[in-house]
């Protein structure tokens, strides 16, 4: 008897047209094909919980492609930024250079360009105050971890100013390591965040209570490509150039532009080379007053300066690390949900066929 007044013990669902025709399982004679295939087995779960994982894919598909959008316009207004400072910038560094190259024959003592013998170095860590962009935040602190490894092997002290809620929670949780100060970043840097940092700065390299401030960023390559970089701050580059600790110059002498526009209905990334040109200075320039009162008057703006490019430098980072993360988390939940939508669509075509089997066996059985 194929049919039972009382309700079957078994799973419709699991029922086949297969398992009817022939209760032997015909052993498959090539197993790497079924191996390739997205297996129903492993997701154990009803059509009722299939349908609200599919719709839970689709709901994180729309937010990680609205965060992807959001974060492409964000960086183009932070790749503006950076461009648009860079000449200011270099010209300053090049105007500074001059001077101190006209104080060298006088004896004169100016405090952030004397270089002493290091003992004690300050490093200023700037970090994001967000997650979901990759491994951003993570590249600049082992960044961090392997420069105080170098300072412990030279037996050289140091001192960490945070720039980042991450990075304000990581070295929290980590009292071994001497934190001077704790700053909270912001979406759109500046002047005024830049000056509360180079204030400390100032204090702790004036004071002698650090010989050397290095300032570890990323540095904005691409989209898809941002290098953590360790820039010394002071004392002033003799070169009037931006280095970092190995001598190798950390300016682009080309930059990309990144434009969104739509392509055959999606939207597509152009890039733009934009060469950022800066005037040479030139050497027989005079100055009315005493050079003395000009540097004076300007390493302060140097200094804001440089650590205005850098929080600028590491937004544009991190916004480009989020896009290309939301980017990817946007693709897997594509992928997902056509590999749930299959196994969905399996299990209720062999439902659908064991009740019509149940159906038709009820049929023949009656007759």
């Given at each position: 008897?194929?049919?039972?007044?009382?309700?079957?013990?078994?799973?419709?669902?699991?029922?086949?047209?297969?398992?009817?025709?022939?209760?032997?399982?015909?052993?498959?004679?090539?197993?790497?094909?079924?191996?390739?295939?997205p297996?129903?087995?492993?997701?154990?779960?009803?059509?009722?919980?299939?349908?609200?994982?599919?719709?839970?894919?689709?709901?994180?598909?729309?937010?990680?492609?609205?965060?992807?959008l959001v974060?492409a316009?964000?960086?183009?207004?932070?790749?503006?930024?950076?461009?648009?400072?860079?000449?200011?910038?270099?010209?300053?560094?090049?105007?500074?250079?001059?001077?101190?190259?006209?104080?060298q024959?006088?004896?004169?003592?100016?405090?952030?360009?004397?270089?002493?013998?290091?003992?004690?170095?300050?490093?200023?860590?700037?970090?994001?105050?967000?997650?979901?962009?990759?491994?951003?935040?993570?590249?600049?602190?082992?960044?961090?971890?392997?420069?105080?490894?170098?300072?412990?092997?030279?037996?050289?002290?140091?001192?960490v100013?945070?720039?980042?809620?991450?990075?304000n929670?990581?070295?929290?949780?980590?009292?071994?390591?001497?934190?001077?100060?704790f700053?909270?970043?912001?979406?759109?840097?500046?002047?005024?965040?830049?000056?509360?940092?180079?204030?400390?700065?100032?204090?702790?390299?004036?004071?002698?209570?650090?010989?050397?401030?290095?300032?570890?960023?990323?540095?904005?390559?691409?989209?898809?490509?941002?290098?953590?970089?360790?820039?010394t701050?002071?004392?002033?580059?003799?070169?009037?150039e931006?280095?970092?600790?190995?001598?190798?110059?950390?300016?682009?002498?080309?930059?990309?532009?990144?434009?969104?526009?739509?392509?055959?209905?999606?939207?597509?990334?152009?890039?733009?080379?934009?060469?950022?040109?800066?005037?040479?200075?030139?050497?027989?320039?005079?100055?009315?007053?005493?050079?003395?009162?000009?540097?004076?008057?300007?390493?302060?703006?140097?200094?804001?300066?440089?650590?205005?490019?850098?929080?600028?430098?590491?937004l544009?980072s991190?916004?480009?690390?989020?896009m290309?993360?939301?980017?990817n988390?946007?693709?897997?939940?594509?992928?997902?949900?056509?590999?749930?939508?299959q196994?969905?669509?399996?299990?209720?075509?062999?439902?659908?066929?064991?009740?019509?089997?149940?159906?038709?066996?009820?049929?023949?059985a009656?007759?």
């Amino acid at each position: 008897m194929w049919v039972s007044s009382k309700p079957s013990s078994l799973d419709s669902s699991a029922l086949s047209f297969r398992s009817f025709i022939s209760p032997v399982q015909i052993p498959n004679s090539n197993p790497s094909i079924s191996n390739s295939r997205p297996s129903s087995s492993s997701i154990n779960c009803s059509l009722k919980e299939l349908r609200g994982r599919i719709e839970s894919v689709k709901n994180t598909q729309k937010i990680t492609e609205a965060m992807k959008l959001v974060a492409a316009a964000k960086v183009r207004r932070a790749q503006e930024a950076v461009v648009n400072a860079r000449p200011f910038s270099e010209t300053l560094v090049e105007v500074l250079y001059s001077i101190n190259e006209q104080l060298q024959v006088e004896d004169v003592d100016v405090p952030l360009t004397s270089v002493r013998p290091v003992k004690k170095v300050a490093l200023v860590v700037v970090t994001g105050d967000r997650g979901l962009c990759g491994g951003f935040n993570n590249m600049i602190l082992k960044k961090a971890e392997a420069r105080i490894r170098e300072l412990k092997t030279l037996g050289l002290e140091y001192v960490v100013i945070s720039v980042g809620k991450k990075g304000n929670s990581y070295f929290s949780r980590r009292p071994y390591i001497p934190v001077d100060k704790f700053l909270d970043g912001s979406n759109l840097p500046t002047a005024k965040e830049a000056q509360a940092i180079a204030d400390d700065v100032f204090s702790l390299f004036v004071s002698e209570e650090v010989d050397k401030v290095e300032l570890l960023y990323t540095k904005f390559v691409s989209l898809v490509k941002s290098d953590p970089v360790i820039h010394t701050l002071l004392p002033l580059s003799p070169k009037g150039e931006i280095c970092d600790i190995n001598g190798v110059c950390v300016d682009a002498a080309e930059d990309e532009f990144f434009r969104l526009t739509t392509k055959e209905g999606k939207l597509t990334v152009e890039r733009d080379v934009v060469r950022a040109e800066t005037i040479d200075f030139s050497p027989i320039l005079q100055f009315e007053q005493d050079p003395v009162q000009i540097l004076d008057a300007l390493l302060p703006l140097y200094l804001n300066s440089q650590i205005l490019r850098a929080l600028q430098e590491s937004l544009a980072s991190e916004l480009a690390a989020r896009m290309t993360a939301m980017g990817n988390a946007t693709d897997n939940a594509v992928e997902l949900k056509k590999n749930l939508s299959q196994v969905y669509n399996r299990r209720r075509q062999a439902k659908i066929t064991g009740e019509i089997l149940e159906i038709v066996a009820g049929a023949d059985a009656l007759v």
